[in-house]
């Protein structure tokens, strides 16, 4: 269903007006209903990938390892990472209905336009599959986004704890350094699985979110300057001559649009950051690492056995970690910017 949709979608460029209102409306369907089959078959891909991480989590250490302020303050992570996922997951099956059903009363498509007069029944075959397709695809972005969300948090909740259990080192923990130095590599190891499961689903997030972003903005102002110009106005208004308050409806379709695309930009550029930000607290608290070893007292109670273990995590630590969609993006704060 999602591939004929996407074939359909593509055919009906041949009648789209020269509108950038109308050719993004159809963009939408291509590149929406595009994300979906591609992360499908990445996911089906990587199977192995995502057994192998979440077998790795499993391995992790427990907050409750840790003093009360920290402890607090890790699980204040946990509950925040749940209620955006419950919230997230809220957000997307309202769009969803809410669409569904304006859809479904104003006998129109949930996503594109249509252009291929004449074709009732192929007409009712893409309102019927889009009804159909949607609530899946929304369900399974969501999930995989969620994934996503809650495997970083959990790695940025294990450096935490590595942080706090260096800080704290003494000359009496002899034993415990090579438990440290023991899990900072399996960390290590989870965030190269990590990588390997994500690679592929970043950068098709970015290759798809970032021209679908600039289309959405473009749209937003052009149909504003569009709708200046006398001629254009000539053009809408004639197509709406037989109604008394043509003026007022045009101008508001005109509106309407607008937000469309404006409140689409925004849900987009949104879409971006939430992979984009967690991957940024992954490097930062990487790198937090080092420090918590060199502002540690360890040196104090001159005892030269701690010398080697710390000085390999701190090398460890210093090789910074990129988050890379397929080796060419970096995915931080800063490609939100860009």
Not at 111 to 136: C, D, N
């Amino acid at each position: 269903m999602l591939a004929s949709l996407i074939v359909i979608a593509m055919v009906q460029f041949l009648n789209v007006e020269k509108d950038i209102s109308d050719i993004v409306r159809n963009l939408e369907c291509v590149l929406g209903f595009s994300l979906v089959i591609l992360r499908m078959v990445t996911v089906t891909y990587h199977t192995k990938d995502f057994t192998r991480l979440i077998q790795t989590i499993k391995l992790f250490w427990d907050p409750s390892i840790c003093d009360q302020q920290t402890k607090v303050k890790l699980i204040s992570i946990r509950r925040f990472t749940y209620q955006l996922q419950r919230l997230l997951l809220l957000a997307m099956s309202v769009l969803v209905s809410l669409a569904a059903v304006v859809s479904v009363l104003h006998n129109t498509t949930l996503t594109g336009m249509w252009t291929m007069k004449g074709h009732e029944k192929l007409y009712r075959f893409v309102m019927i599959s889009q009804i159909i397709v949607a609530p899946f695809s929304a369900f399974f972005l969501c999930s995989l986004d969620c994934l996503y969300l809650g495997l970083c948090a959990e790695i940025v909740i294990q450096f935490r704890i590595l942080s706090q259990c260096l800080r704290n080192l003494t000359a009496d923990g002899k034993g415990e350094i090579k438990a440290y130095v023991t899990h900072h590599r399996l960390i290590l190891r989870c965030v190269k699985e990590f990588l390997q499961a994500f690679s592929l689903v970043l950068l098709i997030e970015v290759v798809i979110d970032g021209p679908f972003i600039c289309a959405e903005l473009l749209a937003a102002f052009e149909s504003s300057l569009g709708f200046t110009g006398p001629h254009q106005y000539e053009r809408v208004k004639i197509k709406c001559e037989q109604i008394v308050n043509c003026k007022f409806i045009c101008f508001s379709r005109y509106y309407q649009a607008q937000a469309r695309h404006a409140i689409s930009f925004a849900f987009l550029t949104l879409q971006l950051a939430f992979f984009c930000i967690p991957a940024n607290y992954i490097t930062n608290e990487a790198m937090a690492v080092s420090d918590a070893v060199y502002f540690s007292n360890w040196y104090s109670q001159h005892n030269p056995s701690l010398k080697v273990p710390l000085l390999l995590i701190i090398q460890n630590s210093q090789n910074e970690i990129t988050i890379k969609a397929g080796d060419l993006v970096t995915i931080n704060a800063g490609t939100i910017v860009t």
